[in-house]
């Protein structure tokens, strides 16, 4: 049964806001989203107001995944302050006879809540592992895809999520083009190809659809892909950040106990600039750093052999070595991946014994290596 968004509008119609006003009229919604059977749109109200909304929210949810033909609901709670409106106000003073006394002088002051404190494991995953990159256009989803290809060459059962909610490039790379169904417990069961358990935001969407998110949106989004997906029993789970060092990369790592982070970057300066900035950030939020990939490292003529360092040479290597940390790594920049990759068969599963997938093993290698007694113990 097809699912329209007036189906969803008319639910809606009927969920009330903390003042009584049906939600239709409480001009607090974006625009509602249908997509075969997939719901996505956000309810946005002050920060000020947020905590009354929570139920709102999980009422409306409710709500809309009881419409028949509905697979899947994904709505976020966005609070922003609104500009001049007041802070929270401060707690209450503490009466004594002898006159007002704030509690701060009674109480010792409580040390802040670590946001990495709402942390948990995702039941069957050993160790969930980020390819993040300062930047786009460096061929982090190629990479991560092939990394991933690299770990379960050496029988690691391994798993795949795209978290680049805004620019999904897993099933393009990877030529799915099904939707995911859902099991008895209503989780989203990841596609099986290449021997891998794969999951990404445009499986639920068309691939022209313009995903104009708001952040809360996108970290509701990547939680439920965490969370809402039969992963199974798996050693390690891949996940291709999007560029960057935003909503996502901070939700992911307050979300699992990250592992480790695999970093990408091109030999130039550009580059490695933001490289810096995604290393600072993960190291930030304590997320171990397993090392700096260069992609594109050089070029080699097809046809004469001749090498060319286009984007320069050896500039994460060097990076690597002054910040410290593993240096997976050098990948070519060559027809051959570019060509894999466009048709959806990654060239580590399509040309097995060739130099390329060779090298995407090596550094699968050194990556498990370092993860070797997380996945031991688990």
Request: some cysteine.
């Amino acid at each position: 049964m097809s699912v329209t968004q007036q189906q969803v509008l008319d639910v809606l119609g009927k969920v009330k806001s903390p003042d009584g006003v049906a939600l239709t009229h409480a001009n607090v919604l974006s625009a509602v989203t249908v997509n075969d059977g997939k719901v996505f749109f956000s309810i946005n109200v002050d920060a000020a107001q947020a905590r009354a909304w929570e139920s709102v929210r999980a009422a409306t949810e409710a709500a809309v995944r009881a419409i028949p033909g509905v697979t899947n609901a994904m709505i976020a709670l966005t609070a922003e302050r609104k500009p001049g409106s007041p802070a929270a106000a401060p707690p209450a003073p503490h009466r004594h006879s002898h006159g007002v006394q704030p509690v701060s002088a009674h109480r010792p002051p409580q040390s802040p809540v670590s946001p990495m404190s709402k942390q948990s494991e995702i039941p069957g995953i050993a160790a969930v592992i980020a390819v993040a990159s300062g930047k786009g256009g460096v061929g982090k989803s190629t990479t991560a895809l092939n990394l991933a290809l690299g770990l379960r060459d050496l029988g690691l059962r391994v798993g795949l999520l795209d978290a680049d909610i805004y620019g999904p490039s897993v099933p393009r790379l990877t030529g799915i083009r099904e939707k995911p169904q859902l099991d008895d417990n209503r989780k989203m069961i990841p596609i099986q190809r290449f021997g891998l358990a794969i999951m990404s935001i445009g499986f639920l969407v068309e691939e022209e659809t313009a995903m104009i998110w708001r952040g809360p949106m996108v970290m509701s989004a990547i939680t439920q892909m965490l969370r809402d997906v039969a992963w199974g029993t798996l050693d390690i789970l891949v996940v291709d950040m999007p560029p960057g060092t935003g909503d996502a990369q901070l939700t992911l790592a307050q979300n699992v106990p990250l592992r480790g982070a695999v970093i990408i970057s091109t030999p130039q300066d550009l580059s490695l600039i933001d490289a810096r900035r995604g290393l600072a950030m993960f190291k930030k939020v304590n997320v171990p750093v397993l090392g700096i990939v260069e992609n594109m490292s050089y070029f080699q003529c097809p046809e004469c052999g001749t090498r060319s360092d286009i984007f320069g040479h050896g500039g994460a290597r060097l990076e690597a070595e002054r910040l410290g940390v593993p240096f997976l790594g050098e990948i070519p920049l060559h027809m051959s991946i570019r060509a894999t990759s466009d048709s959806g068969t990654p060239v580590v599963d399509s040309e097995p014994d060739g130099p390329h997938a060779a090298i995407y093993r090596a550094i699968g290698a050194k990556v498990r290596d370092q993860l070797q007694g997380v996945i031991a113990a688990a």
